[in-house]
């Protein structure tokens, strides 16, 4: 996978003032607010930044928090972990590998297939229904 790397000012360019306060300065929508938390097609959740593939529908699930939850990401090095301890909580991060947009936060109390929630922000996601495609396949 090759890195995007852009300044900061194309990234002010190319998103939106919600977009890119939540991927480029690692904001946070509310719950219940973004448009993919109760989303139940089929399809594949790609970064809105660069367009990765991040999250299939296939692993998406209600955790009941107010945001799109998945227990694993599309495949293995589509996104990164940093340690986060902004707000007075230690969590961690999730980001996308390409393009280093701050996507959400993954916590140990998913379900039963992995024990992981990737707890993601809508806003860094854009949902492509024609591609059905499969962790599995890719």
Same mark, same amino acid.
């Given at each position: @996978?090759?890195?995007?790397?852009? #300044?900061?000012?194309?990234?002010?360019?190319?998103?939106?003032? $919600? #977009? =890119?306060?939540?991927?480029?300065?690692?904001?946070? $929508?509310?719950?219940?607010?973004?448009?993919?938390?109760?989303?139940?097609?089929?399809? @594949? =959740?790609?970064?809105?930044?660069?367009?990765?593939?991040?999250?299939?529908?296939?692993?998406? =699930?209600?955790?009941?928090?107010?945001?799109?939850?998945? =227990?694993?990401?599309?495949?293995?090095?589509?996104?990164?972990?940093?340690?986060?301890?902004?707000?007075? @909580?230690?969590? #961690?991060?999730?980001?996308?590998?390409?393009?280093?947009?701050?996507?959400?936060?993954?916590?140990?109390?998913?379900?039963?297939? #992995?024990?992981?929630?990737?707890?993601?922000?809508?806003?860094?996601?854009?949902?492509?229904?024609?591609?059905?495609?499969?962790?599995?396949?890719?």
């Amino acid at each position: @996978m090759s890195k995007i790397e852009k #300044t900061e000012e194309q990234w002010k360019q190319e998103l939106d003032s $919600e #977009t =890119y306060r939540v991927t480029r300065q690692a904001g946070t $929508e509310a719950a219940f607010s973004g448009k993919y938390w109760d989303l139940k097609a089929a399809g @594949m =959740y790609k970064c809105v930044a660069c367009g990765e593939a991040l999250f299939s529908s296939e692993t998406k =699930y209600d955790s009941g928090s107010g945001w799109p939850s998945f =227990y694993a990401p599309a495949k293995e090095g589509v996104v990164g972990e940093n340690d986060d301890q902004s707000h007075g @909580m230690i969590r #961690t991060e999730v980001v996308c590998k390409k393009c280093d947009s701050h996507l959400g936060h993954v916590f140990p109390d998913g379900p039963p297939e #992995t024990g992981l929630r990737y707890c993601i922000n809508s806003a860094s996601l854009q949902f492509d229904e024609s591609d059905g495609e499969s962790a599995e396949e890719s």
